[in-house]
């Protein structure tokens, strides 16, 4: 019994001792944490009429107090959701306090932190204002693991020199786990480039249909002229690009001239290729692919069937009358589901409109 | 074998046990402060970058409702203030036998709506569709009582978004809570799960849906839960988090990827712990499948829920969830003999061992201290011993976890006085609360091996408390 008791004491006391030690140390951090947060909100409280008097009104911003030591990621957080806010000189002035301040050293050692928001802060503070010796860093970060550290590293990248960006940035785009869709949309939204869609085209033709896809919703989100050439090399190309792609240019279709590229799909063997062939039509269709469109409702996947209601209602011409003979004439149960849930769908948006101002 | 020998062995037996068990936790609250590090914010203010802005994936946030005419309207105004750009909201009243269906309607204007229902996951019949004609995210579907598992499978066949959130209609959840849900699945293409952190609403007070003040709950057996959930949050969840083995996304709260969910076929009705089940089986699917994949606990993520303040809704939730597990693991028993689950199958054996075996060694270990009282074989120091041996290591967890609590940010707002108090439970939590728990986990286990049928039993609901505007 003596050396169980002897371990059992032991052990308890040693954990006992620790979770002391630990709730001691909780109550202090408690403490800290509660008085950070009032230099924070005090920070905020007082820098907000700066912000506003130098990027708004003009003032001189010479006058400016020191950059606030202790609540930094705070400070630099209010100063960065104000520059998103601002544009033109109002920003301008908000960047230049931003280096009289001396946030440009800052910014390079927060590069190098081994957490991952101050490299976001770093790497957006870099950006802003325009640190081509952060350049290296930067390029270094597009590899980071963690996703909003190379997007944010991008972003920064672009700011500072969208021409030299570009090659390291399309250099990851076509990776599987890599950078195409939505966060390359927001990433070049606002880069005025013109040759960046060739760039991107010349990927999409060598990328996997699945980012093949991605970049050509990419394309066409950024440039609608080159997005209809991208569209018609894709879906008159032989032999046929894989659905994935043909399905991306279909959704791209928005020019009547290219209504007879989408007639060509509405067969095809892929439903989602059928899908988008059937909005294609219902943006630039004419009347005489109503019954193409038709045709579809007894499709065997759901996503034709509601779309091609959904187009079906919303076609210029069409009229409940017209719904209601096609319903009659349909007797395909399914079809008729698709058609009723299009019309509940297309009275609610009307009703939705009509409250609109 | 001599009488001193054989409890020689049993001491020895019932510590070895306990050594390897406290062992693991230590090594799961290491592991939880290591993942909490990175979730570590570098400040305490709210203006927050959107780095992610117009990268977010639109979601459907599914609702199942039985019976929740008090709680239905707050819980969806609450939905209703999500700051996420793109979601939809999707409340299915699974047949309720009180006014939640009428309440919806009078709250928010429903009209019935011609939905042509896809039925990807079988389901019980759905009776029909609302739309609101004030909130255009709006949409109620009233059912054909199936249970929960069902609803949520009828919620997962009408999303119409990518990712679908699963809440509790009973729960309130913060506004920027989605959004921090929604980053793994931004981060990381092979994201098919991400859970939130459920904290207690008791005591806590909320207006028109949303969280004013973040208190400690005045009753005993909230308070004594509130530690509880911080164990099994910052410590459970968080610490199996780096190693991709998490087996339980709480159904009150969890971002699942629908096509995932659907192609391993949705939820499973059979089974009363169905949320644990979802999480087993994805984890099995795509293993087996050697697809990448990732299910996150993402501690930022809050949920406010209310825990039963009484021993009887106390005593049904407890055998509900111990005999749910015990269901999930007999189900699931192959994957503690298959390599290829990996991570996952050490988790299946800590489940089995730590969480499932615990309450027959706990009642094994007290039987045998009243053995030994009675036939005079125990000492005080020895007594003192096994005391200091229960306390120091549950002091230690649950201080541990208060401490992770308090490092995400997500403490509650408490004074001094009653910060104290959290503390005195945890001091008497060992040997008050965990004896009940602990009955209530063997009734559980005594009703599966008698083949008592499980029953979801209804807890005694106060609703969210109304804290001044």
């Known amino acids: 019994m003596t050396s169980f008791v002897f371990w059992a004491y032991l052990i308890g006391s040693a954990f006992t001792t620790i979770a002391v030690l630990s709730?001691?140390?909780?109550?202090?951090?408690?403490?800290?944490?509660?008085a950070r947060r009032t230099r924070e909100e005090e920070m905020q409280a007082a820098w907000r009429p700066i912000f506003a008097g130098i990027s708004v009104a003009g003032a001189d911003f010479e006058r400016c107090p020191p950059l606030p030591k202790d609540t930094v990621p705070a400070f630099l957080e209010l100063w960065l959701y104000w520059l998103s806010m601002l544009a033109g000189e109002d920003r301008e002035r908000l960047i230049q306090l931003g280096q009289q301040l001396g946030l440009v050293p800052l910014a390079r050692r927060m590069l190098l932190s081994p957490q991952a928001d101050r490299r976001v802060l770093g790497a957006s503070v870099a950006g802003y204002l325009k640190d081509d010796s952060a350049w290296p860093h930067l390029t270094a970060l597009l590899d980071h693991g963690d996703r909003k550290v190379q997007l944010a590293a991008g972003r920064a990248l672009l700011q500072i020199d969208p021409a030299r960006a570009m090659p390291p940035i399309l250099a990851r785009v076509a990776h599987a786990r890599g950078w195409a869709g939505r966060d390359l949309q927001a990433l070049l939204r606002d880069v005025p480039l013109d040759t960046i869609q060739d760039d991107l085209w010349a990927m999409a033709q060598d990328a996997s249909p699945a980012i093949g896809a991605r970049l050509v919703h990419v394309i066409c989100s950024l440039n609608p002229v080159k997005c209809r050439s991208v569209i018609k090399a894709i879906l008159t190309a032989q032999p046929a690009y894989p659905a994935d792609m043909l399905s991306a240019a279909l959704a791209g279709i928005t020019d009547p001239r290219d209504a007879h590229l989408a007639r060509a799909y509405v067969q095809h063997s892929e439903g989602h290729v059928r899908r988008n062939?059937?909005?294609?039509?219902?943006?630039?269709?004419?009347?005489?692919?109503?019954?193409?469109?038709?045709?579809?409702?007894?499709?065997?996947?759901?996503?034709?069937?509601?779309?091609?209601?959904?187009?079906?209602?919303a076609f210029p011409g069409m009229n409940g009358r017209k719904i209601a003979e096609l319903t009659q004439a349909l007797s395909d149960v399914y079809g008729q589901d698709a058609l009723l849930h299009a019309r509940a769908e297309h009275l609610t948006s009307l009703r939705w409109r009509k409250r609109k101002p | 074998m001599s009488l001193a020998l054989f409890i020689e062995v049993v001491q020895w037996v019932v510590f070895a046990y306990f050594l390897t068990l406290n062992g693991a936790y230590?090594?799961?609250?290491?592991?939880?402060?290591?993942?909490?590090?990175?979730?570590?914010?570098?400040?305490?203010?709210?203006?927050?970058i959107r780095t992610y802005q117009t990268m977010e994936p639109p979601i459907s946030v599914l609702a199942p409702a039985y019976n929740e005419e008090k709680v239905v309207v707050d819980s969806v105004r609450s939905m209703l203030q999500l700051d996420y750009p793109e979601f939809e909201i999707i409340v299915v009243c699974d047949g309720p036998k009180d006014r939640t269906l009428e309440v919806l309607k009078e709250a928010f204007d429903l009209e019935p709506f011609a939905e042509a229902y896809r039925e990807r996951i079988p389901t019980k019949p759905v009776k029909q569709v609302y739309l609101s004609r004030t909130t255009p995210r709006l949409k109620v579907v009233l059912k054909e009582n199936g249970g929960k598992a069902d609803a949520l499978n009828?919620?997962?066949?009408?999303?119409?978004?990518p990712l679908f959130a699963?809440?509790?209609?009973?729960?309130?959840?913060?506004?920027?809570?989605?959004?921090?849900?929604?980053?793994?699945?931004?981060?990381?293409?092979?994201?098919?799960?991400?859970?939130?952190?459920l904290r207690?609403?008791?005591?806590?007070?909320?207006?028109?849906?949303?969280?004013?003040?973040?208190?400690?709950?005045?009753?005993?057996?909230?308070?004594?839960?509130?530690?509880?959930?911080?164990?099994?949050?910052?410590?459970?969840?968080?610490?199996?988090?780096?190693?991709?083995?998490?087996?339980?996304?709480?159904?009150?709260?969890?971002?699942?990827?629908?096509?995932?969910?659907?192609?391993?076929g949705g939820y499973r009705h059979d089974c009363i712990g169905e949320d644990m089940e979802l999480v087993v089986r994805l984890h099995k699917f795509m293993r087996q499948q050697n697809k990448p994949y990732r299910v996150y606990q993402v501690a930022e993520a809050i949920c406010w829920t209310?825990?039963?303040?009484?021993?009887?809704?106390?005593?049904?939730?407890?055998?509900?969830?111990?005999?749910?597990?015990?269901?999930?693991?007999?189900?699931?028993?192959?994957?503690?003999?298959?390599?290829?689950?990996?991570?996952?199958?050490?988790s299946m054996w800590y489940f089995v061992l730590f969480e499932w075996l615990a309450p027959l060694f706990e009642f094994a270990g007290y039987v045998f201290l009243v053995l030994l009282a009675v036939t005079g074989y125990l000492e005080l120091k020895v007594f003192c011993g096994v005391m200091l041996l229960a306390l120091g290591p549950a002091l230690f967890l649950t201080i541990g976890a208060m401490y992770l609590d308090e490092l995400t940010l997500r403490g509650y707002d408490t004074h001094r006085k009653e910060?104290?108090?959290?503390?005195?439970?945890?001091?008497?939590?060992?040997?008050?609360?965990?004896?009940?728990?602990?009955?209530?986990?063997?009734?559980?286990?005594w009703r599966v091996a008698t083949g008592k049928k499980a029953a979801w039993g209804q807890l005694v609901r106060k609703g969210f408390d109304k804290g001044t505007p």
């Open chain 1, 277 to 313: 062939a059937v909005g294609a039509l219902g943006r630039v269709g004419l009347a005489d692919d109503l019954p193409a469109i038709a045709s579809v409702l007894s499709d065997p996947s759901w996503w034709v069937r509601i779309r091609a209601a959904q187009v079906l209602y």
């Open chain 2, 419 to 445: 910060f104290m108090r959290f503390l005195s439970v945890a001091l008497v939590e060992p040997f008050t609360f965990r004896l009940f728990s602990l009955y209530w986990r063997l009734i559980a286990v």
């Open chain 2, 166 to 197: 699963a809440l509790d209609t009973d729960s309130l959840i913060e506004r920027e809570a989605l959004t921090h849900l929604a980053a793994p699945f931004i981060n990381d293409p092979g994201a098919v799960v991400a859970g939130g952190t």
């Open chain 2, 200 to 264: 207690l609403s008791n005591g806590a007070k909320f207006h028109n849906g949303a969280l004013v003040e973040a208190r400690a709950p005045e009753n005993w057996w909230a308070r004594c839960q509130v530690v509880e959930y911080q164990r099994a949050f910052m410590v459970g969840r968080l610490g199996f988090d780096r190693f991709n083995a998490i087996l339980v996304v709480s159904g009150a709260f969890g971002l699942f990827h629908k096509e995932t969910v659907v192609a391993a």
């Open chain 2, 154 to 161: 009828v919620g997962v066949n009408m999303a119409q978004y």
């Open chain 1, 23 to 34: 709730g001691i140390s909780m109550m202090q951090y408690k403490l800290g944490a509660r």
């Open chain 2, 26 to 48: 230590f090594m799961l609250l290491l592991n939880a402060f290591f993942s909490a590090k990175q979730a570590l914010p570098l400040h305490t203010l709210r203006t927050e």
């Open chain 2, 306 to 346: 209310e825990a039963p303040e009484d021993a009887k809704s106390l005593k049904g939730q407890r055998v509900r969830w111990h005999r749910g597990l015990t269901e999930v693991l007999w189900r699931h028993r192959d994957m503690l003999f298959d390599r290829k689950m990996g991570s996952v199958q050490l």
